[in-house]
């Protein structure tokens, strides 16, 4: 009897080893990680901002990783479709996802999503980021932030704002401004950055706090006016125009895109890849290609993307409930 019970306990443990997920199973030592190509995950197109943010990351990581990066891009749904199968994907460094700061704006709604961004995820390094520009048509007679100030508040109820659509990033940059220079503004939401941007050179809406990747072709091509940007400190690649913190001690929006691993990936393989991506993004070469987007590259720890991303997603949370905007 006694034989019969331990070769039933013995059939019962190897029924049980059989569902152990293959990447627990046969776990790797973190020095022979990666063995395969490593997969990151976009939530946009090809061609989108994101998309380009993921391909420069993914060169720069995996020419110091010794695997190929391959984008996957699986757009829909404000990004939740791509978002949703990395935070499924094993929690084994094979699947990464880039996430936007969008993204983040979109879950501080309170939007019922099938994931959270801080249960599911673990961040793992801000890979870059980039002020928005803000805009104007060449007719509209303001040449300065405080030009600009001064004209709203000459001018209640006539200076309407563009952006890329209703609970987006662009708008609640244009609250966080409305709000610090005590200032009302309307909203004209696009579908997306071209039609928004051509009704303000038209003169249709007076002001666009735009991607700097969408409007500096258009400012420099001398077809719309440049005031500021919304990092804290100027541009490198805008230097002649000022950022609004010069007019408003601490004023700072950005954008930026950073790299998640699923929760519970391992922190050693979180950290080797944070430590890749960091080298790889501020090489000279990376930087430059960057830097033709008009944006800055950062390369940050998981610690310090950790903090990033808490901080944005309890600011947006606040201008959100403090301005009473909704998402579509």
Known sequence: MRTSLVSALAIVLLSLSLFVPASVSAAEPVSDYPKRPIRLIVGYPPGSASDFAARVTGHAL??????IVVVDNRAGANAVIGTEMAARAPADGYTLVMLAVAQVVHAAYGTKLPYDLLRDFVPVSQATQQPYLVVVPLSLPVRSIDELIAYAKASPGQVNYASNGVGGAGQLASEFFSAAAGIRMFHVPYKGPTPALADVIAGQVQVMFASITSSLTLTRAGKLRALAVTTRKRAGTLPEVPAIAETIPGFEV??????MAP????????DKVAAAIAQGVRNTETRARVASDGSEAVGSSPKEFDRLLRSELTRYAKVIKDAGLHSE
């Open 62 to 67: 995996g020419g110091l990783i010794g695997q």
């Open 254 to 259: 950005i954008g930026w895109y950073g790299v």
């Open 263 to 270: 929760g519970k990936t391992p922190a050693a393989i979180v």
